[in-house]
Structure formats: structure tokens, C-alpha cells
């Protein structure tokens, strides 16, 4: 990364997409997040398949509302279509979820985090889903609100990471009351019990990933400064045999934020990720430093257009509170673009109430517009998770938004004239069977697209499944990916507009 010459090109008025994005709301059962002041964070999406169709199932917190699964309906390329169901995930608490395949069976599983006791959730096929037993998962009543995770070197189980907020114990709380954190680390085929990850600063999101393609992911969490007052931070943990916190020795710079989420993706082509944090206030859109040893990062300037500081309809000129964050090209143009949702804590009267979700669209010179008016999505409801993913396998990335108070709203990508795209699964045998970890990298004549397969991140709440690409007037391309023990696949020609699997 050169920021000098990333951000600079941050400054450029951004140049026409090929297609201005449009969505339209689809009906789905009527489902908010609710609850008391535990439940005013939270409200997570999960998209993931779990019937083996290749279309998303969602799965949708609720607080102390029953969390809900609703199966994906929808004819392929047609109208989005979802049935609410009872099942085995119809639990209350829960604070959000996020998909992965914990045992590499094939079939996706659950990690559900909740006020109370957190719960692994083991697909059976069909939607069906029972608790995970003899894997030596311990858990306690706390108050979750982040996760992530990630396979080291090794091992059979993968590594999870619990984001806990304030410690509800604490007679001194809530503030200055923030609870640790829990790093599950295996032993073959089990866990250990948990290691704490101390000091912790109320974590509201994290992600394991490998920011400087060092070979090895390491967690960073985004910590809610309204609790921790003083003395905390954004932090990124080196999962070294002894985690230890990256310090300025390291080349970390020091963010102090209301953080919320986080978001991922190398957006200038360098095949480094830059990381975008949502926050009370400005929206952090940040890059790695040129020639960096270690994880020391730069908040681009103002000009990008990444900051979203103020609702931009509604007529409520206080600070906007961003939540759920996730990169994705809705309109196929080659360029990722950026969901961000929004809406007021609960009643803070420093903050806006009506606060419109933001459509930040990319553009090849680096800048942010925004277009959530025009694109149909700028509801001013109390949003908090989402999910961003291809939901009836038409190449056009849908949305859903889980709201506190009101009701989910889904959207279907009805964009015109958008681009080519690429679905990409990646599959290799034995443990980590969806390849966490890995970097899938695209190419056409001199420009290359770079994703790595991450669990974790946003708030509350992740996508499982095919990677999207998308990519403007294209035919054809390469593609290869760099596995997670660093071997590189061969470059392979591949025809655009379907979705294909890698396998190892």
C-alpha cells in the first residue's frame, strides 16, 4: 500500500458507473429486533445456505423476540421470495450470528451470540440444526456481541474469537465496566477452555484477517468508546502461541472511536485489504502505511466521501450512528461499493433520529458517493445488521436490513444495465473446508481484484458462501486463489456472468 498515492487519488471526483443502482423492497413476515437497553446493540443477519440450492437462507436476531429462519423461496433470477419457519434457531437473546462450517461437513453451521449463554449450532442438512456436542465448547452468561474466526496451522477445529460488551455483574457499571473478551483455541478435536483477552474495551465487531499477507490472521476488534471512557482503544490482537496486543513498538496507531463494525477489502488493487469502521459520529475509512513493518494505519481525508458523518435526507442534520458495514459491487461496474446501516442508539438527543442507510458507490478514482435515495434504501428506521449477497442467483448483490422496532426490510438488486459478474466458491478437502483464510485473486489485462475469505467482521452478524465479483464490460478472465497455507493455484481463463467452484 502507498498512501500518499491512495489517498491522493481519494481526492478525484468520482467518474460515471455503468449503471445508476436500483432496489426494490420485496414483502417478507413481518420480524425487529426488541428489547431493553441490552439489546440496544445487536440486531445481526445471517445469509448462508442451508439446504444445499445455492440461495441464501436468512437468519435474523431478535433480542428478547425469537431470532427467525427464513428460507430462500426464490425462483432462480426471479423475484426474491422467503418463508419464515420455526426451528431449532428460534431462540430469544440472541444478538446476531454468524454462518461457518465448524466440523468441514459440508453443510454450514451456526455460531449464535446472545445475552446469556453463546451457542454452536450444527447444520444436519435441510435446515435442520441441533447444539454441537463432544467438541468441548464451554460458554457462560455474558453479553456477546462480536465474533470472529479463523484455522491456524494445524488444527481440525477452527479458532473463535467472543466480543464481549459490558460486564452486567459489575455493581460499579455500566460504564467503565467493559467485559473481557474469549479466544477458543483447539486441541485436536476439542476446545480448550477459553483464554481471556484482556484489557477489553466493549467490543461491538472483529475479524480475523491477514492484513499484511504475512501468512497468518490476526484479530482485530473495534471497541465502543461510549463504555470504555478512557483508557481504551481500537485494538488488533498478534495471535502469536501467547496472543499479545500489537503497541506503538509495532507500528500501531492508536484510534480512539465509538466503534461499531468493520469492513474489509482491497479496494486499490495492491492486494492489501483497507478497513472501514463504523462509529457515532464519522465513518473511519482507513489503509496500511507504505513500507509498514507492522499494522500501523492512516484514516483517509475527509474528500473520500467514506465518512458519512451527517444523514444526507430526512431533515435530521445531527451525527449519524453507523452499525453494519459491508463492501460489495451493486451494480457490477468493477468497483466496490458500500452499505453502511444506521440509526439512533435508542434515544441519544446528541444524535440523529432519522438517519438514512448509506449507499457509498466506488469509483475508479478512489471516491465515495452516495446514492441510498436514489437507490431506493435510505430508510430512516433504527437499522442495525445486514446482509449483502446474491439472494436468487441473478449476479446482483440484494440486501436485507434488520431494524430495531420495526419490522426487516428486504430489497431486491433491480439495477439496469449493470455489469458483468463472477459467483466464486472455494472448496478444498479435509478441515476448513471453505478455505477461511484464503485469497481469491482476479485479473484482467493489467488489474487485479483481491478478496480473502474472512468469518467475521460487520456487527453482528456475517455472509457465507460464493465470493461476488463484479466486473464492468468484461468477457473473460483470470482467476486463481492463494490457499491458506500460502500455496498458489494456477491462474485459470474463465468465462464471466456464472457462478463456479475452486476447488483444491
Given at each position: 500500500?502507498r498512501?500518499?498515492?491512495?489517498?491522493?487519488?481519494?481526492?478525484v471526483?468520482?467518474?460515471?458507473?455503468?449503471?445508476?443502482?436500483?432496489?426494490?423492497p420485496?414483502?417478507i413476515?413481518?420480524?425487529?429486533?426488541?428489547?431493553?437497553w441490552?439489546?440496544?446493540?445487536?440486531?445481526g443477519?445471517?445469509?448462508?445456505?442451508?439446504n444445499g440450492?445455492?440461495?441464501?437462507?436468512?437468519?435474523?436476531?431478535?433480542?428478547?423476540?425469537p431470532?427467525q429462519?427464513?428460507?430462500?423461496?426464490?425462483?432462480?433470477?426471479?423475484?426474491?421470495?422467503?418463508?419464515?419457519v420455526?426451528s431449532?434457531?428460534?431462540?430469544?437473546?440472541?444478538i446476531?450470528?454468524?454462518?461457518?462450517?465448524i466440523?468441514?461437513?459440508?453443510?454450514?453451521?451456526?455460531?449464535?451470540?446472545?445475552v446469556g449463554?453463546?451457542?454452536?449450532?450444527?447444520?444436519?442438512?435441510?435446515c435442520?440444526f441441533?447444539?454441537?456436542?463432544?467438541?468441548?465448547?464451554?460458554?457462560?452468561a455474558?453479553?456477546t456481541?462480536?465474533?470472529s474466526?479463523?484455522?491456524?496451522?494445524?488444527?481440525?477445529?477452527?479458532?473463535?474469537a467472543?466480543?464481549?460488551?459490558v460486564?452486567r455483574?459489575?455493581?460499579?457499571?455500566?460504564?467503565?465496566?467493559?467485559d473481557?473478551?474469549?479466544l477458543?483455541?483447539?486441541?485436536?478435536?476439542?476446545?480448550?477452555?477459553?483464554?481471556?483477552l484482556?484489557?477489553?474495551?466493549?467490543?461491538?465487531?472483529?475479524?480475523?484477517?491477514?492484513w499484511g499477507?504475512?501468512?497468518?490472521?490476526d484479530?482485530?476488534v473495534?471497541n465502543?468508546?461510549?463504555y470504555y471512557?478512557?483508557?481504551?482503544?481500537?485494538?488488533?490482537?498478534a495471535?502469536?502461541?501467547?496472543?499479545?496486543l500489537?503497541?506503538?513498538?509495532?507500528?500501531w496507531?492508536s484510534?480512539?472511536?465509538w466503534?461499531?463494525?468493520?469492513?474489509?477489502r482491497?479496494l486499490?488493487?495492491?492486494?492489501?485489504?483497507?478497513?472501514?469502521?463504523t462509529?457515532?459520529?464519522?465513518?473511519?475509512?482507513?489503509?496500511?502505511?507504505?513500507?509498514?513493518d507492522?499494522p500501523?494505519?492512516?484514516?483517509?481525508?475527509?474528500?473520500s466521501g467514506?465518512?458519512?458523518?451527517?444523514?444526507?435526507?430526512g431533515?435530521d442534520?445531527?451525527?449519524s450512528t453507523?452499525?453494519?458495514?459491508?463492501f460489495?459491487d451493486?451494480?457490477?461496474?468493477?468497483?466496490?461499493?458500500?452499505?453502511v446501516?444506521?440509526?439512533?442508539?435508542?434515544?441519544?438527543?446528541g444524535s440523529?433520529?432519522?438517519?438514512?442507510?448509506?449507499?457509498l458507490?466506488g469509483?475508479?478514482?478512489g471516491?465515495?458517493t452516495?446514492?441510498g435515495?436514489?437507490?431506493?434504501?435510505?430508510?430512516?428506521?433504527?437499522?442495525?445488521?445486514?446482509a449483502?449477497?446474491?439472494?436468487?442467483?441473478?449476479?446482483?448483490?440484494?440486501?436485507?436490513v434488520l431494524n430495531?422496532?420495526m419490522?426487516?426490510?428486504?430489497?431486491?438488486?433491480?439495477?439496469p444495465?449493470?455489469?458483468?459478474?463472477?459467483?466464486?466458491?472455494?472448496?478444498?478437502?479435509?478441515?476448513?473446508?471453505?478455505?477461511v483464510?484464503?485469497?481469491?485473486?482476479?485479473?484482467?489485462?493489467?488489474?487485479t481484484?483481491t478478496?480473502?475469505?474472512?468469518?467475521?467482521?460487520?456487527h453482528?452478524?456475517?455472509?457465507?458462501g460464493a465470493?461476488?465479483?463484479?466486473?464492468?464490460?468484461?468477457?473473460?478472465?483470470?482467476?486463481r486463489?492463494i490457499?491458506?497455507?500460502?500455496?498458489?493455484?494456477d491462474?485459470?481463463?474463465?468465462?464471466?456472468?456464472?457462478?463456479?467452484?475452486?476447488?483444491?
Amino acid at each position: 500500500m502507498r498512501p500518499e498515492l491512495c489517498f491522493a487519488t481519494l481526492l478525484v471526483v468520482a467518474g460515471p458507473a455503468v449503471a445508476d443502482p436500483l432496489f426494490a423492497p420485496r414483502q417478507i413476515a413481518p420480524h425487529s429486533y426488541e428489547g431493553g437497553w441490552e439489546h440496544f446493540v445487536g440486531g445481526g443477519v445471517a445469509a448462508f445456505d442451508c439446504n444445499g440450492d445455492n440461495l441464501p437462507e436468512l437468519y435474523a436476531a431478535g433480542g428478547e423476540n425469537p431470532a427467525q429462519l427464513f428460507l430462500n423461496r426464490s425462483d432462480p433470477g426471479g423475484d426474491l421470495a422467503f418463508d419464515a419457519v420455526d426451528s431449532a434457531l428460534s431462540l430469544t437473546g440472541v444478538i446476531g450470528a454468524y454462518p461457518l462450517d465448524i466440523d468441514s461437513d459440508g453443510v454450514m453451521d451456526l455460531a449464535i451470540l446472545r445475552v446469556g449463554e453463546n451457542t454452536l449450532m450444527r447444520g444436519l442438512g435441510n435446515c435442520a440444526f441441533a447444539p454441537f456436542e463432544g467438541i468441548g465448547f464451554q460458554t457462560d452468561a455474558r453479553w456477546t456481541t462480536a465474533f470472529s474466526a479463523t484455522w491456524e496451522a494445524g488444527q481440525t477445529l477452527p479458532t473463535l474469537a467472543f466480543g464481549n460488551y459490558v460486564d452486567r455483574s459489575d455493581p460499579e457499571g455500566p460504564f467503565e465496566a467493559c467485559d473481557v473478551n474469549h479466544l477458543y483455541r483447539p486441541e485436536g478435536d476439542s476446545y480448550t477452555p477459553p483464554l481471556p483477552l484482556a484489557p477489553g474495551f466493549c467490543a461491538l465487531s472483529m475479524l480475523f484477517t491477514d492484513w499484511g499477507r504475512q501468512g497468518r490472521a490476526d484479530l482485530r476488534v473495534s471497541n465502543d468508546r461510549h463504555y470504555y471512557v478512557r483508557g481504551g482503544e481500537e485494538q488488533m490482537w498478534a495471535m502469536e502461541p501467547e496472543p499479545r496486543l500489537y503497541g506503538p513498538q509495532d507500528g500501531w496507531n492508536s484510534h480512539q472511536l465509538w466503534g461499531m463494525g468493520i469492513a474489509s477489502r482491497d479496494l486499490d488493487g495492491d492486494g492489501l485489504s483497507e478497513v472501514y469502521l463504523t462509529s457515532m459520529g464519522d465513518q473511519r475509512l482507513q489503509a496500511l502505511s507504505e513500507g509498514a513493518d507492522g499494522p500501523s494505519y492512516l484514516d483517509a481525508p475527509y474528500e473520500s466521501g467514506a465518512t458519512a458523518h451527517r444523514p444526507y435526507t430526512g431533515g435530521d442534520g445531527r451525527p449519524s450512528t453507523g452499525w453494519h458495514a459491508v463492501f460489495g459491487d451493486v451494480d457490477n461496474d468493477g468497483w466496490a461499493d458500500l452499505f453502511v446501516a444506521k440509526g439512533n442508539v435508542e434515544q441519544m438527543p446528541g444524535s440523529a433520529m432519522e438517519d438514512p442507510n448509506n449507499l457509498l458507490m466506488g469509483s475508479p478514482e478512489g471516491r465515495f458517493t452516495e446514492a441510498g435515495l436514489q437507490a431506493g434504501v435510505a430508510s430512516l428506521h433504527r437499522s442495525r445488521g445486514a446482509a449483502l449477497a446474491d439472494m436468487n442467483g441473478d449476479g446482483l448483490l440484494d440486501l436485507a436490513v434488520l431494524n430495531r422496532h420495526m419490522p426487516l426490510e428486504l430489497y431486491q438488486n433491480v439495477t439496469p444495465g449493470a455489469g458483468a459478474w463472477l459467483l466464486v466458491d472455494v472448496i478444498q478437502a479435509g478441515p476448513n473446508r471453505n478455505a477461511v483464510g484464503a485469497f481469491v485473486e482476479l485479473r484482467i489485462a493489467d488489474r487485479t481484484w483481491t478478496q480473502e475469505i474472512t468469518v467475521g467482521g460487520g456487527h453482528a452478524g456475517g455472509v457465507a458462501g460464493a465470493l461476488h465479483f463484479g466486473l464492468g464490460d468484461a468477457e473473460t478472465a483470470e482467476i486463481r486463489v492463494i490457499w491458506p497455507d500460502g500455496e498458489s493455484g494456477d491462474w485459470q481463463p474463465v468465462e464471466v456472468n456464472q457462478r463456479l467452484t475452486l476447488a483444491r
